[in-house]
């Protein structure tokens, strides 16, 4: 079955620190693949997305992507994070631009001083 | 920025009551869609919604649910009997064409009580 994995439930950095955020995906073909970030009380607003060609891709708000096929990988980052980065950030995927998508569970983001 | 406008954005309705969650998608989107997120939980695919019939839907969209675009603009997701599980943020989605990326409402925070 199609799936999308969140290893990390909830991560804690520093203001100014890096972040990577890990999502695997298991799908028969490289699907297309997006980065979600959820505000309290707020939608869905989409970082970036992976459809094809350069594997590093670049979003909204200074985060960026990289797609590795070989580890099945479309992990989230973020050189110097920001107080107003605390989020829940969602990775999801889909067979083709139109289709469903499914979601990983999501890691919360919490920002320290 | 075009945004997707959800109504109400919470609504509180006793456990057998019909409820009506609407949706206005981005005017020029062809393709629309439906999620919920119970609390806690990923964000789930209802329904898809093309050429004014749906194109998929998942197990959970059974037969208490339906969809309607009944006037070109709103794009609509009633519930008939609602039940205590049906509690959950509902989001509607809507989507240009297969290269472009979803755009979410903010959703409606439905209540069965």
């Known amino acids: 079955a199609q799936s999308v994995t969140q290893p990390d439930i909830h991560i804690t950095v520093s203001e100014g620190a890096s972040l990577e955020l890990r999502c695997n995906y298991s799908y028969g073909a490289t699907p297309y693949l997006f980065w979600y970030v959820q505000s309290p009380g707020q939608g869905l607003q989409l970082l970036l997305k992976y459809f094809s060609g350069d594997t590093l891709v670049q979003g909204i708000k200074g985060f960026e992507a990289e797609f590795k096929r070989s580890q099945s990988s479309f992990n989230l980052r973020k050189p110097s994070v920001h107080w107003s980065d605390a989020a829940e950030y969602f990775c999801?995927?889909?067979?083709?631009?139109?289709?469903?998508?499914?979601f990983g569970t999501g890691t919360r983001l919490t920002i320290i001083p | 920025e075009p945004e997707v406008t959800q109504t109400p954005s919470h609504q509180v309705t006793q456990m057998g009551q019909e409820v009506i969650l609407r949706c206005v998608p981005i005017?020029?989107?062809?393709?629309f869609y439906w999620y919920r997120q119970i609390l806690g939980q990923k964000v789930e695919f209802l329904v898809s919604f093309y050429n004014n019939e749906i194109s998929e839907k998942s197990e959970i969209f059974d037969d208490q649910f339906s969809v309607e675009r009944p006037d070109g603009s709103n794009f609509t997701l009633k519930i008939r009997s609602t039940k205590l599980e049906d509690s959950a943020m509902y989001f509607c989605?809507?989507?240009?064409?297969?290269?472009?990326?979803?755009?979410f409402g903010s959703g409606t925070r439905l209540t069965v009580v």
């Open positions: 005017s020029n989107h062809l393709y």
């Open positions: 999801a995927a889909s067979n083709f631009g139109n289709e469903k998508l499914t």
């Open positions: 989605a809507s989507l240009r064409g297969p290269n472009y990326g979803y755009t």
